[in-house]
C-alpha cells in the first residue's frame, strides 16, 4: 500500500500563488508518474498536470503558463506551484500516484485538498 499525504490547499485572492504538495510512502514500491488533477462542483474531475519519472510534463491548457509541476524523486513527493490563480481553478485538487511493486501496476489517489480562489 502507498500512502500519500497532500497539502497546500487553502483560500487565495485572484492572481496570488499556492503551492500544493504530496507526499508518498510504502516500502518496496517503484513510483512512476506522478500528477495532480481537479474536480470543481458539479463537474468531473480532470487532469492538471502529470510528470514521468524522467520528470517530462504535461498540463491542461487551462493551467499551461501558470502552473508547474515538479518532483523530487529522493523523497517521492511531487509540487504543483500554481500562479495567477483564477476563481475558475477553484476545486478540490488530488495527487495521484502510479507505482509498480513486484512487477504490479498500482494507481493511488490522495485525500484531496481544497483550493479556493476568492476576493
Known sequence: QVQLVESGGG??????????????????????????????????RELVAKITIGSSTNYADSVKGRFTISRDNAKNTVYLQMNSLKAEDTAVYYCNVKAVRLGVRFNYWGQGTQVTVSS
Do not use: E, H, T
Request: some cysteine; overall charge positive; hydrophobic content about 35%.
Open 11 to 44: 483560500l487565495v485572492q485572484p492572481g496570488g500563488s499556492l503551492r500544493l504538495s504530496c507526499a508518498a510512502s510504502g516500502s518496496m514500491f517503484s513510483i512512476n508518474d506522478m500528477g495532480w488533477y481537479r474536480q470543481a462542483p458539479g463537474k468531473q
